[in-house]
């Protein structure tokens, strides 16, 4: 179950277009099951050393909560910055103007 949900995450983030950024949460509802945003995080992390934009996963305010798994805590917003996100006074995403919502996976709920 956990390898199905791992793999569901990772075909999600893998899609997150440049220059847009979503959250733990909306990935979690993409996958079927919306309480498990914390889940998705243990996904990313275990994934660090994967090609995945995992970057562009924030919190549901827009925090980079993940920066201290990029080894510097400065990368993150750094590979946001690159891609032309922009942040609000108090270091969040603009999630307005930024925010990219996955499609629910066609795959049934695990």
């Given at each position: 179950m956990k390898k199905d949900?791992?793999?569901k995450v990772y075909s999600i983030v893998k899609r997150i277009p440049k220059g847009k950024v979503t959250t733990y949460g909306h990935?979690?509802?993409?996958?079927?099951?919306?309480?498990s945003a914390r889940?998705?995080?243990?996904?990313?992390?275990?994934?660090?050393n994967s090609n995945l934009p995992c970057h562009r996963v924030v919190n549901r305010v827009g925090a980079l909560?993940?920066?201290i798994h990029f080894g510097d805590i400065h990368l993150m917003e750094d590979l946001l910055k690159?891609?032309?996100?922009?942040?609000?006074?108090?270091?969040?995403?603009i999630l307005?103007?930024?925010?990219?919502?996955?499609?629910?996976?066609k795959v049934s709920k695990i």
């Open positions: 949900f791992f793999d990935i979690a509802e993409a996958c079927g099951i919306k309480s889940t998705v995080g243990w996904a990313l992390n275990s994934a660090k909560t993940g920066k690159s891609e032309g996100i922009e942040f609000n006074e108090k270091g969040n995403v307005e103007k930024h925010l990219w919502i996955p499609k629910k996976s």
